[in-house]
């Protein structure tokens, strides 16, 4: 299960709670990442190899909870990527802030020429 971060915390908590104005980003990305991001944002982000953060979508919440609505396909990698331990979601394509985060059941090493897949589905956020 994804969590969020402080950055996404103290947003929600100053919208709801303190009647300050968050402006999302309009367009959501998923990162890739060679350690635990965790809710600071200070994990290691994949980076060379023809790396760049993906556009993703969710799906209409239901009960608090949503997820992924198609897959994310990365670019074909152009060497041997190092292994992937977590994936997050940034509000930018380059820089920006970590909204939320997720750890990978099984760690994923993308070789040369070969793609990394976020399947439909499998990304999901759930607000309890």
Known sequence: ???????????????????????QAGTVYLALFTSDPTDAGTGTEMTGGGYARQPITFAAPTDGATSNEADVVFPA????????????????????????????????????????????????????
């Open 77 to 128: 990698a152009t060497g041997d990527w190092a292994a992937v331990t977590h994936v997050g979601i940034m509000d930018a394509a380059t820089a920006g802030n970590l909204v939320m985060h997720q750890v990978l059941t099984n760690p994923v090493t993308v070789l040369d020429t070969n793609n990394f897949r976020m399947p439909a589905g499998q990304f999901t956020l759930t607000f309890a």
């Open 1 to 23: 299960m994804a969590q969020m971060s402080d950055f996404l915390e103290n947003k929600l908590i100053d919208h709801v709670f303190r009647n300050t104005t968050y402006a």
